[in-house]
């Protein structure tokens, strides 16, 4: 399948194989596939093109406040040679990083998922964007997982974002599944390990519920 965001952005799905397919989850009517989207120079920093003129960032938010600061998404519009913000996230807190990953999904035409790894010295979970061609953003968020290193050279837990897997189920909702067993709360006082099976999350009426065993 070949889908564009608009004419200035060409998607190419990833193929992967997965041990957990959209037929098996609930009631699942499509799958988010990954979709690679080309970043261009901003700056010291990179932007994401999603519609003419609109691009994304991922950064400190410029004007932060005691309850509300951090790595965020902002939507730019880019007119006359000025790029101005339209839309900013909640800040990510104490996080050195906000780095998306980009999803779509067949039923959903035009709009994106955004999977973003939040963290400092190991990761501390996903942030979910959705993104829609009328620029609506929709803060879904926090999946509060990651996943242990498969590798002696880091320390704790990295990101999971390469082991979720999304669906939309029949409603407008969706459903975020593992496919490695993952690490719950990663730091917090909730730390622990959580077989893949045992856990995943919810997104309906506006509301990410968490569903464990």
């Known amino acids: 399948m070949h889908l564009k965001f608009v004419s ?37 920093r990179v932007i994401y093109p999603y519609q003419p003129d609109i691009y994304l960032l991922f950064d400190y ?22 790029y101005k913000s339209i839309y900013q996230s909640q800040g990510s807190g104490d996080s050195y990083i906000l780095k998306p990953s980009f999803y779509t ?3 959903l035409q035009g709009a994106v998922l955004i999977l973003a790894e939040i963290g400092a010295e190991y990761s ?29 050279f880091m320390d704790g837990p990295v ?3 390469p082991y979720t897997r999304v ?21 917090g006082l909730k730390d622990r390990a959580v077989k893949r099976e045992e856990i995943s999350y919810s997104f309906s009426d506006g509301e990410l519920k968490l569903l464990m065993r």
Not at 10 to 17: E, N
Not at 142 to 148: E, F, G, H, N, P
């Open 61 to 82: 938010l410029e004007e932060g406040s005691k309850g509300n600061f951090g790595m965020a998404l902002s939507l730019l519009k880019h007119a006359n040679g000025v």
């Open 167 to 187: 669906v939309v189920e029949e409603g407008g909702g969706y459903r975020f599944t593992f496919i490695r067993d993952v690490i719950f709360d990663p730091g």
């Open 105 to 107: 999904a067949t039923s």
């Open 8 to 44: 200035i952005i060409t998607i190419s799905f990833l193929l992967y194989s997965v041990a957990t397919s959209a037929a098996q989850v609930g009631n699942a009517i499509d799958e988010f596939k990954p979709a690679e989207v080309q970043s261009h120079p901003y700056n010291d």
């Open 159 to 161: 990101s999971a974002v």
């Open 124 to 152: 501390w979970g996903i942030r979910v964007f959705l993104l829609e061609p009328d620029l609506k953003v929709t803060d879904m968020g926090t999946l509060d997982v990651a996943v242990a290193s498969e590798t002696e």
